[in-house]
Each structure stands twice: as structure tokens, then as C-alpha cells.
């Protein structure tokens, strides 16, 4: 009955009585006036500044009585603020860097300077001169300096009992290092802890005697700085400690070898330590092997054997008492499932993850302002109740306490706070079992789990007419087996009508797959092709449902499947001149010779087409062979267009040339063709009737994408002048009429077709173009005013408008011509060439840079090879027609990457090349990067 009577007596006494506290309160100034001399008067009396230290006295215990103990920390920390605190209590740290002793002589030590500083912060937290943030980071910075104490404090004094021998006296912590996880290593750390830590030290970092003896002594140290942070039975925490190593009783798993630790974590059954060590930092001690240890640390935590999913879902289902527990295993999921790829994951603070996790849409950005608050409305609930009680604590039982922490919180009673802190608390359950594989789940429920032959699910697959490709499919099924409902479609080509699915044009995959089973006949089992580890597969799969409208007329013949069903060998051209030399244009006699001419170019850019999506030919060489096919085209034309001429055009032909201008890029399918003519004399009727009959013969030779588009507008007078001027006549233009755009696409015109005689007239005639009729300095200041009006005028739709685009297709062009219009005068060599070479030469003559030179040529076949896919695809732009999987890598492998989503960052990085060139080579300004600016 006595001992009864006795524990109430206690509890009465310890009872948080807020009436108590205006006679707290005024102890406490009397305390302050002693301490500091005097009493401050007016500046403590304010009312906010008294109502907070009611608060203080009427709402806590410990954080009361260490008012009272360090009455002038509190003052000032009021008045102030926190940091003249803090600024002292580093220096009393820096202080005891020489002290000597025990862990009781250490913790004594440790105890009034953390004190006041849990005074300081918890003073500028409540008052709301400090966020949670700045609290919680000035703790961890102070929990840091304790730690780099106390370590070295320890182990300066068994070095300097002989425990361990060490090579450099002043440098006695080299090779040992503290690596701290949890809520410490991530800046999310409460008055009183826990700390979670390890004392680790390398294998070299003791020799001899000491060596052999070292992990003994380091077992007791790490027992000794426990005891110095907990303190002994009614002492009062400094911080509770935990390490990931073992129970901590007795100081077991505070201290161990680095190389052990690592080996045990490469182990199995090492989740919760890897978990650990990959949202770990080194907090003291030696920094650089500290750092060394977690780089190594790193390829067994993200390389090879990765956490698997059992070790989150147990991270997930984890019970705490802890009020943030679960947003902590919300930020713990998103460091390990993301922390591999991006580091900043590692160890940041849980509000910092999930801000960073909802800008890189990880995240919903409303889900990540709920993990936010809630976690903040956790911590403070934590915080104060630390503040309460002076322990590392985080449940509140009796009466008075859930009374004063509600009044803390900001809270009219404790059953407010308590449904708060529950509703976030499930908010972030739900997250992070979404997190765990609820949205997996959810993504399962739209999964397909139909046969191929449900028209339906065909159309979710992205065909048009699911079902009459699902008659389709029983047809081929019957004509495969011979029995109606012998065998699924599945069977016969797993996956295939998926893969089709996957291109950009589904159901020309399909329409052509269909006439590839006719032409296949009885002589190929196509079936057997289209299997998943068949070679043709995905060669086929990627041509049919990306180029099929232009590989088509391959399937129009039998020649022409048999190519297809053929297996591609060493025989495939990789070049233009290969193209033209393996499949030589017709004989160009009769009147037929354009039929035959136009189903030759068909059938050569359809064979073109279908090697580069099979990947037989790859696509600089496509680009170059089109490029070859369609000027070949342009002279036979010409040819014959002479023969076929009627009599009133009779010799008109003879006495009239033809050239194209090359500062467009390459002639590709669909692509404008820009050309002109020159004629030996002004006869302009016969002239004129020859040149419109040939661009009308152009125009008709083909229609759809194997259409030409003649383009003679750049010639005297513009599209109101004669097509085919006289030589001196066009002499007169370039001198004087032609604006600076033209001027440039002059210096690259080359004569392809026409009599020696007139050849070399207009040959000589477009030479002109760079015979210094004009200034380039102020040739370049009109190409650039034009430039900039076409650009305002024909805004870019898009980063794919690659026409369009600062640094795309045409500024790269724009580039290579004004360096040929600038050097052809005394390199004429750089007229006649491929512009890669002509960029060589003016290399190799010191005109421009290598770099530079290099840097032009790939960024103009960068752009030739996307330009090229386009064309023949039919496709614009990802944001009106959406990239499907396999022609995003269609398109990877045409622009050299591995997959779609590089694509437009090296776009980005080639369109700044160019731009930073056009500024450098045509507009003469400086380089302001590393790259020497290159020679003018």
C-alpha cells in the first residue's frame, strides 16, 4: 500500500500541468537575469515570445527543465535566434578535440553542449522562425560534429594506450570511418534519434600487432560510443543508437571490418543490409575511404543481383509504432527501385524524394503534396513528443502527455491530432502499396487475355478491322493446315499479329503479309519465316508495317517476293554506285523507255527500302544509293525527253543543260527536287517547250511517294521567267539578281545532263556563283537576315519539324554550302565532291577544324538518316501520329542509338552543334566553349 501510494506520489509530481508554468516561467527569468547578468526585459516580454515559453514550461518536461539549466541559451535562441547557439556549441565541440577519458568522460562532456542545443532548435522550431526542414538539417549537422567527436576522441585515447599503432600520429583516423543510414543519413533526424551507424575501418589501416588485435578494440569502441551517446541506467539520452550489424546489446554490430561488412552484404540473405547501405552516407572519420567503400559498395547493391521484389513487399509490411514509419518506407521503396539510375534518390530526405519523384513524374504531384504534409505533421508529432519526454520516443500514453502534444502540434485536443495523423498515415499505406505493385495490378486488369482470333482485342492491338483481319487470319490458317480448326493461328506464327501490332502501319503489315502468302506460293513456307527465332522475322515485321507503302511493288511480282523470301547475304549493294552498277538501269528504247524507267527506279527504292528495314544495308548507305538512283533518273529523263522530242522542239534538247542544286541535301523519295536549265542560245520557244515538257514528263513519271516534285523557281526572274535562259543571261543573274540564298544554292549546282558543249557553258555559268561577285561578309549578313525571316515566318511544329528547327536539316545545309561558296574560288575541287569529303578537304587545308568538319558531316547524315525514315514511312510527327514500339526503334537505329527516347536528346545536341557553327563559320562570332574556333 506504501509503494503504491509512493509511485502516485511520483506520477503527481511529473505530471505536465500547463497551470504550472507562469511560475515556470518566472523562475526562468530570474535564472536568465543571473546567467546573463541582468534581466533583458522588454525583448522577452513580448507577447509571442511569453506565450511560446508557456507553451515550453506548460507543455513539456525535459525541453522545460533544460530551459531552466541553460536559461541564457534560451534567451538568446528567443531573442536571436538559433544560430549565435549553435555557432558557440561548434566551438565548444572543436574545444574537447584533446580530451581524454572514458565514455562517462565523453558523455559529460557531450551533454551540456547538446543541451543547449536542444534548446536552441527546438525554440526556433516552435516559434516558427525555423521550418521542419532547417530543424531537421541543423540537427543532423550537429549530430555530425558529435559523432566525429566522439569517435576521435575514442580512438585517440587507445592509440594512445598502445591498443592500436598507427603510422601518422595526426592522421590516426585513416581508414576508419563512420557510415550512417536511416534518419541520420537522410536529414530527417529528431531531437533525441535514433542515430543508425556503423564504425567501419579498412583492412590495411593497422599494421603488425595492431592489425591482428584490431577488431576487438574496435568492438569495444564501438560499445564505448554508445555508452557515451545513451548514457548509463538515469542519465539522460544525448541520441539512441542502432546499427544494421547485429542487436547493439553490448556494443555488438557497432564496429566491424569494411571488407567483411561488404562480403556479408554481397551474401544471400543481405537485403535489409544492402537496403541499408544503398540510402547510406559517411558522416566522420576518413571521408576518402569512407568513399571508397560505398563506390564498391554500389555495384553489389545495384549491379548484377538487385534487391528483389520479396525484400520491398517485407519492407512494405513492416509494422512500427513510429508515426512515420510508413512514409519512411514510401522514400525507402523509391531509393531502392530508383536510387541505381539516379542517384540523388540515395540520400535525400523522404519530402525531398517525393518532390524530386513528382518532377520526374514518378510521382502524382497531388499524391506527393499528401506525402509531403503528412510527413511533416509526423515528424513534429515525433519531435514534440522527444521534447517531452527527453528520450528517443515515439508513442505517448498518459492523459497529459497526448494533452500537451496536441497543444504542440497545434491541436485543441489529442483525439484531432490522432485522426490527422491516422488519415495520412493510410494516404501514404496506399501509396506505398501502389508503389509495391498496385499499379502493376491495375495495369493487368487492361491486359488482353483473348485468342488472336477475337476481333476485338485485333483492334486493341491497333489494326482497323478487327474483324475482317480475324476472317483474314482463318483463311490463312485453312490455307496453312488444310483443315478448318486443325490449328490456331498462333500455332503457325506466335507472336506475329503482336509484332504487327507494334509497327506504325498495322494493317499494311497485314495487307502485305497477305500477298506475300500468295507470291509465296508452294516454293517457300512462309509460316515457318515468321516464327519468333526465324531470321527474315523482324526484318520482315519492321519493313511491311513501317516502309509497306513503298516496298509494295516488290510483292507485285514474282521476282520481287522472291528477294523478300530470300535470305539477304554478302551480294546486297552498300553504296549508290553498287546499287546502279548491280541493277542497271533499262535501255532507255522505244517508246516505252519511261514505263520501263519508272518501274525501275519503283523497284529499285522499293528494294532500297526493304534492305534498310531488314537491316541487310544500313542507312547512310540507303541514303547515298537513293540519292544516286534519283539523279540517275533525272538524266535518263532527260535522255529521253531529247529522243521523244516532237519536231517543232526538234535540237532543242541538244543545246540545253541540265543541273541540280545540292544545298537542299540529299534527293530523297517525296522530297522536292530543286533544278534549272541553261541554254547555248536565246531560241526561247523550243527551249521553253523542251523544259516544261520535261518537268510535266517528271512530274507524271510516278505518283505517291515514288512521286518527283521539280522545283525550277531559283532561275531569272523567278517563276515569271524563261526556264531556260542563255547562258549569258544567266551569267547576269548570278551577278546581279540572285538574292543570297540563291547565290548559296548556286556554289553548290552541278550540270548532270546535257551536250559537252553546253555542259561545260553552264558548268562555267554556275561557277560564277563564287567568283566573287559579291562580298561573303555581306552575302552572309543577307543569308542571315533571310534566315531569321524565314524562321519567324515557318515556325517549327515541333523538335521532329527538323526542316524547320534552329540547327536542323536546313541550317546544316546552310553551313556546308556557305564554307563551299567561301573556299570553291581557290578549292574548286570542293564543288565536284560529297560534301563529307569537300568538308575534309577544307580540313586537311586548314579552312576550318577537323572537329568542326567532323561535326558538320555528322550531324548532315544524322539529319539524312531521320529525313529518310520520314519519307518513307509517311510519318511527320510523334504528336499527332504517336511513335508505336517497333518503329521507335526503327528510328533509334536509323539516328544510332539504342532506343527511341535517346533520339531527341541527340537531336537537341546535333542541332546545338549546328547552330554553334552557323554562328562560328557564317557569322564569324567567337567561340565561347573549349572547341578553338575554327581558321576563316
Known amino acids: 500500500m506504501a509503494a503504491t501510494a509512493a509511485h502516485a506520489a511520483r506520477n503527481s509530481a511529473d505530471k505536465i500541468d500547463p497551470s504550472r508554468a507562469s511560475a515556470a516561467l518566472e523562475r526562468w527569468r530570474r535564472a536568465v537575469a543571473d546567467s546573463m547578468g541582468g534581466d533583458p526585459g522588454a525583448p522577452l516580454d513580448q507577447p509571442d515570445r511569453r506565450l511560446l515559453m508557456l507553451r515550453i514550461f506548460g507543455g513539456t518536461r525535459r525541453l522545460g527543465e533544460l530551459c531552466v539549466t541553460h536559461p541564457d541559451a534560451a534567451a538568446i535562441a528567443l531573442m536571436d535566434g538559433a544560430s549565435p547557439v549553435l555557432a558557440e556549441a561548434a566551438r565548444d565541440l572543436t574545444a574537447l578535440d584533446r580530451g581524454v577519458g572514458g565514455p562517462e568522460a565523453l558523455h559529460a562532456a557531450l551533454a551540456p553542449i547538446k543541451n543547449r542545443v536542444d534548446v536552441a532548435i527546438a525554440i526556433a522550431e516552435l516559434s516558427g522562425q525555423w521550418s521542419v526542414a532547417d530543424a531537421t538539417a541543423a540537427r543532423v549537422d550537429f549530430a555530425e560534429r558529435m559523432v566525429e567527436t566522439g569517435i576521435r576522441w575514442l580512438v585517440r585515447a587507445a592509440v594512445k594506450r598502445g591498443e592500436l599503432a598507427v603510422e601518422d600520429p595526426d592522421n590516426f583516423l585513416r581508414g576508419v570511418f563512420i557510415v550512417a543510414g536511416g534518419d541520420f543519413a537522410h536529414e530527417d533526424l529528431s531531437p533525441h534519434g535514433p542515430l543508425d551507424l556503423v564504425i567501419l575501418y579498412a583492412e590495411d589501416a593497422f599494421k603488425g600487432q595492431a592489425a591482428r588485435g584490431a577488431d576487438r578494440i574496435f568492438v569495444r569502441i564501438g ?544 561557277r560564277t556563283a563564287v567568283a566573287g561577285a559579291r562580298r561573303a561578309d555581306i552575302l552572309f549578313r543577307d543569308l542571315d537576315r533571310a534566315r531569321a525571316q524565314r524562321m519567324r515566318r515557318e515556325k517549327a511544329t515541333s523538335d521532329w519539324d527538323i526542316d524547320r528547327i534552329e540547327g536542323g536539316r536546313t541550317d546544316v545545309e546552310l553551313v556546308i554550302s556557305t564554307l563551299i561558296y567561301k573556299h570553291a574560288s581557290a578549292h574548286p575541287f570542293v564543288q565536284d565532291t560529297h560534301p563529307a569529303e569537300a568538308l575534309v578537304a577544307m580540313a586537311r587545308s586548314g579552312l576550318i577544324t577537323e572537329d568542326a568538319a567532323q561535326s558538320l558531316a555528322s550531324a548532315r547524315a544524322f539529319w539524312a538518316r531521320l529525313q529518310l525514315v520520314r519519307a518513307l514511312s509517311g510519318w511527320a510527327d510523334p504528336t499527332r501520329t504517336p511513335v508505336r514500339k517497333r518503329f521507335g526503334e526503327l528510328i533509334a537505329r536509323a539516328a544510332g542509338v539504342q532506343k527511341f527516347e535517346q533520339v531527341r536528346p541527340m537531336m537537341r545536341g546535333y542541332a546545338d552543334e549546328v547552330s554553334r557553327s552557323y554562328a562560328q563559320l557564317v557569322l564569324g562570332r567567337p567561340c565561347l566553349g573549349a572547341m578553338p574556333q575554327a581558321a576563316h
Not at 492523459?399 to 483525439?415: H, I, Q, T, V, W
Not at 508503389?435 to 483473348?450: K, M, V
Not at 541554254?679 to 512521286?707: C, H, I, W
Request: charged share 25%.
Open 223 to 766: 560499445a564505448e560510443i554508445r555508452e557515451a551517446f545513451e548514457g548509463k541506467t538515469g542519465d539522460h539520452q544525448l541520441y539512441a543508437l542502432r546499427t544494421p550489424l547485429g542487436s547493439g546489446v553490448g556494443g555488438a554490430g557497432f564496429a566491424d571490418n569494411a571488407a567483411r561488412v561488404k562480403a556479408t552484404a554481397a551474401g544471400p540473405q543481405a537485403e535489409a543490409l544492402k537496403m541499408w547501405l544503398g540510402g547510406a552516407r559517411v558522416v566522420a572519420g576518413d571521408r576518402t575511404a569512407g568513399g571508397v567503400f560505398l563506390e564498391e559498395m554500389e555495384e553489389v547493391v545495384w549491379g548484377e543481383n538487385p534487391i528483389p521484389s520479396e525484400a520491398l513487399n517485407a519492407l512494405a509490411e513492416a509494422s512500427d509504432a513510429d508515426p512515420r514509419s510508413v512514409f519512411r518506407k514510401a522514400a525507402d521503396i523509391c531509393r531502392v527501385t530508383i536510387g541505381g539510375l539516379r542517384p540523388v534518390f540515395r540520400t535525400a530526405s523522404a519530402r525531398q524524394i517525393f518532390e524530386t519523384a513528382a518532377s520526374s513524374r514518378l510521382l502524382a504531384r497531388d499524391v506527393a503534396r499528401r506525402l509531403v504534409a503528412g510527413e511533416e505533421l509526423a515528424h513534429v508529432a515525433v519531435a514534440r513528443m522527444q521534447m517531452i519526454k527527453g528520450s528517443c520516443t515515439v508513442e505517448v500514453e498518459r492523459e497529459d502527455e497526448k494533452s500537451a502534444l496536441a497543444r504542440l502540434c497545434g491541436f485543441a485536443d489529442y483525439e484531432g491530432l490522432d485522426a490527422a495523423l491516422k488519415g495520412a498515415q493510410t494516404d501514404a499505406a496506399n501509396t506505398v502499396k501502389r508503389l509495391t505493385g498496385g499499379i502493376q495490378a491495375e495495369i493487368a486488369l487492361y491486359r488482353s487475355g483473348s485468342e488472336d482470333g477475337d476481333a476485338g482485342k485485333l483492334e486493341d492491338l491497333g489494326f482497323l478491322n478487327g474483324a475482317v483481319l480475324s476472317a483474314a487470319i482463318d483463311d490463312w490458317t485453312r490455307s496453312a493446315r488444310g483443315i478448318a480448326g486443325s490449328q490456331k493461328f498462333s500455332a503457325l506464327a506466335p507472336g506475329l499479329l503482336t509484332a504487327f501490332g507494334e509497327t506504325q502501319h498495322p494493317d499494311d503489315a497485314v495487307r502485305l503479309f497477305d500477298k506475300l502468302l500468295d507470291a509465296g506460293g508452294d516454293k517457300h513456307d512462309v509460316f515457318a519465316m515468321m516464327r519468333d527465332n526465324a531470321y527474315q522475322r523482324d526484318g520482315l515485321v519492321d519493313a511491311f508495317g513501317s516502309f509497306g507503302s513503298v516496298i509494295e511493288p516488290l510483292l507485285n511480282t514474282e521476282e520481287g517476293a522472291e528477294i523478300i523470301l530470300d535470305r539477304p547475304g554478302a551480294e546486297t549493294p552498300q553504296s549508290g554506285g553498287e546499287w546502279l552498277a548491280r541493277f542497271t538501269p533499262p535501255a532507255l528504247k522505244g517508246n516505252d523507255a519511261l514505263k520501263e524507267l519508272a518501274a525501275w527506279r519503283r523497284d529499285a527504292i522499293a528494294r532500297i527500302a526493304f534492305s534498310a528495314a531488314s537491316g541487310a544495308t544500313n542507312f547512310d548507305a540507303a541514303v547515298d544509293a537513293l540519292d544516286a538512283i534519283h539523279m540517275r533518273t533525272l538524266t535518263d529523263v532527260f535522255e529521253v525527253a531529247r529522243k521523244l522530242a516532237p519536231k517543232d522542239e526538234a535540237g532543242a534538247g541538244d543545246k540545253i543543260a541540265l543541273h541540280v542544286f545540292e544545298a537542299e541535301g540529299p534527293h530523297l523519295p517525296g522530297v522536292a527536287t530543286y533544278l534549272g536549265f541553261i541554254a547555248q542560245d536565246a531560241d526561247n520557244e523550243g527551249n521553253e517547250a523542251f523544259a516544261k515538257r520535261y518537268l510535266a514528263t517528271l512530274s507524271d513519271l510516278d505518283d505517291g511517294v515514288f512521286a518527283i516534285l521539280p522545283d525550277a523557281s531559283h532561275r531569272p526572274s523567278g517563276v515569271s521567267g524563261t526556264l531556260a535562259p542563255a547562258a549569258a543571261a544567266f551569267k547576269s543573274y548570278v551577278q546581279s539578281e540572285a538574292v543570297a540564298h540563291e547565290q548559296i544554292m548556286l556554289a553548290r549546282g552541278r550540270v548532270i545532263a546535257g551536250e559537252n558543249k553546253i555542259a561545260e557553258q553552264a558548268q562555267d555559268a554556275l
